[in-house]
């Protein structure tokens, strides 16, 4: 720091400034004070206790005050605060004043560096009333009672951190929403700021985007549709319902719809009501810098408000946004089977090829790895004959489903709940059986080390290896446990998947809609038979395995 040459004032020739700071947290304290009959931080009672005290003090000329509303004392960079600095700095204040030592601020280190350092060596006075601290009769570092106060008023802030950041944890946990701001599609109820919404204007967007992706749009392909259609974008949206919004993603000084805001609404859990927060954070109360806390560590919150986006279509566009999917030339959309087809030898993805012979244009899938040359054989498969068969083998498996679905409506849906329950009890119970298993094994390990039968390297592998087993054990209970709540609940989540095959019964064409919708992955085979994985194809074949059973009993 600085080195300034002290100035020297005669004491009639102290020019004060008086400095008042009310954080939040010290509003809420005032209006139980208040009620009580105690005296406020208030900033008017700060003013009024300093005016009193210049009253009896007339070698001390008041020329010029600053405050700081809502603003924490662990908070240098205050706007009233500089410009009580920028008098110091500039020489025409040699004399601060405050109500005590926690309206400076309330962290040690930086509160003793300007009461120590700062001030005096620009020959500043400084003036605690309430704390009786006045620089003039003695140096803050020869007073023991001023270091003792700046640590209670840090470890004040400390103490106020902890219960606050707890506060908040509960709250999210709860599933209560903590933003200034809701996303895109929602908005805070009047009733309660702390629910979600849903804002139908915006929320018909989503919808729009999430449609446009299924039918095969590219996400400049859809930002180009909605910046044509005149379509405000998030942050202008906001603005124009009056919310003094401001984004730090523009990127254009007219802002539009971009790729980037796309990703963000087609990637976010928020749109099938699944609430995520805490995902960025500061490490503690004297640092202020943001930064992106673990996933361990964000606080989710399933089921927590009204959902926009159906969970089985926003499951499908994830899958696809991590495809690796091009667009030919000359077209809006992508080709049906984009991304959907594999070797069913390597494994690598088909690419599309085309070759003209005469005037005539051919297209056709070859092997990724073949067209490298990376050993594997060609799997060539004309795209028309290809997209004949696998709208075909759609057409039965629509069928097979529909049938599923009228042999359940006969024997009642109701016992086919409850044989389902019954059989994800069983699956539920052998996990738990392995979890069980699994945390034994790990308990176990420390006492193998313990007793040379295996070595440090060993115990370390060994346990990260049962750990993450018993993650992802875990992590398979909660999903059989939520599947199970839906068939308890009679969810419409649980029963959609039939409702996806229904929509597209009489099919013609193949669409990208309807290919996305039904299918996980085509497998080409070399002699040019297919293998279709087919979405919801476990959900298929539990209904067939239960619904044979349950024919057999009847008939």
Wanted: charged share 30%.
């Amino acid at each position: 720091m600085a080195v300034y040459e002290k100035q020297s004032f005669a004491p009639e020739e102290y020019r004060a400034m008086a400095y008042y700071r009310l954080s939040k947290d010290d509003k809420n304290e005032d209006r139980g004070r208040d009620r009580e009959g105690r005296v406020s931080d208030s900033i008017l009672n700060q003013r009024k206790l300093v005016h009193a005290y210049l009253k009896s003090h007339p070698g001390i000329t008041l020329v010029d005050e600053a405050y700081d509303d809502g603003y924490s004392g662990t908070n240098y960079d205050r706007p009233g605060f500089r410009s009580v600095l920028e008098k110091v700095q500039s020489g025409s204040i040699n004399c601060v004043i405050v109500k005590d030592l926690s309206r400076l601020g309330r962290e040690y280190i930086e509160t003793g560096k300007y009461l120590e350092m700062i001030f005096p060596s620009f020959g500043v006075r400084f003036i605690a009333i309430n704390d009786d601290v006045d620089s003039e009769h003695s140096t803050a570092g020869d007073d023991l009672i001023i270091p003792i106060k700046n640590i209670m008023n840090e470890s004040y802030c400390r103490e106020l951190s902890r219960k606050l950041r707890n506060q908040f944890r509960i709250q999210r946990g709860n599933g209560e929403f903590l933003g200034a701001f809701a996303s895109y599609g929602y908005c805070k109820s009047p009733d309660d700021k702390h629910k979600l919404i849903v804002d139908e204007y915006a929320a018909e967007v989503v919808r729009g985007i999430f449609s446009l992706k299924m039918k095969g749009y590219s996400q400049n392909g859809i930002a180009d549709f909605l910046n044509r259609e005149q379509v405000l974008p998030p942050s202008e949206y906001k603005k124009s319902l009056g919310m003094n919004y401001k984004t730090g993603f523009r990127t254009a000084a007219q802002p539009k719809w971009s790729v980037v805001t796309l990703n963000r609404i087609l990637t976010n859990p928020l749109y099938i009501g699944t609430l995520i927060q805490g995902k960025r954070g500061t490490p503690n109360y004297k640092i202020k810098k943001m930064r992106m806390r673990s996933e361990e560590d964000w606080v989710v919150a399933a089921h927590n408000h009204p959902a926009i986006i159906d969970p089985q279509i926003f499951a499908v566009v994830q899958k696809m946004m991590e495809r690796d999917t091009r667009r030919p030339p000359h077209r809006e959309v992508l080709l049906p089977l984009a991304g959907i087809l594999f070797c069913a030898d390597c494994g690598r993805s088909l690419l599309r090829r085309t070759v003209t012979r005469g005037e005539q244009k051919y297209c056709y899938y070859v092997c990724a790895g073949y067209k490298k040359g990376e050993g594997c054989s060609s799997h060539s498969f004309e795209q028309k004959k290809l997209e004949e068969t696998v709208l075909h083998a759609l057409t039965q498996q629509i069928r097979v489903v529909v049938e599923l679905e009228q042999l359940a409506v006969e024997i009642g849906r109701n016992k086919i709940d409850r044989i389902r329950q019954e059989r994800m009890d069983v699956r539920i119970a052998k996990k738990e059986q392995d979890l069980d298993r699994d945390k034994e094994f790990r308990l176990k390990l420390y006492e193998a080390l313990h007793d040379g039968l295996i070595d440090r390297e060993e115990y370390d592998k060994m346990r990260s290896r049962y750990t993450q087993q018993i993650e992802d054990t875990q992590k398979a209970i909660d999903k059989l446990r939520l599947a199970r709540e839906e068939i308890t609940l009679g969810s419409g989540a649980d029963h959609n998947w039939v409702l996806q095959f229904i929509k597209y019964e009489g099919i013609t064409k193949l669409t990208r809609e309807a290919v996305v919708t039904l299918v996980d992955r085509i497998y080409v085979y070399e002699d040019r038979h297919i293998r279709i994985e087919f979405n919801y194809r476990d959900e298929i074949a539990a209904y067939q395995e239960i619904l044979q059973a349950k024919a057999k009993e009847v008939g």
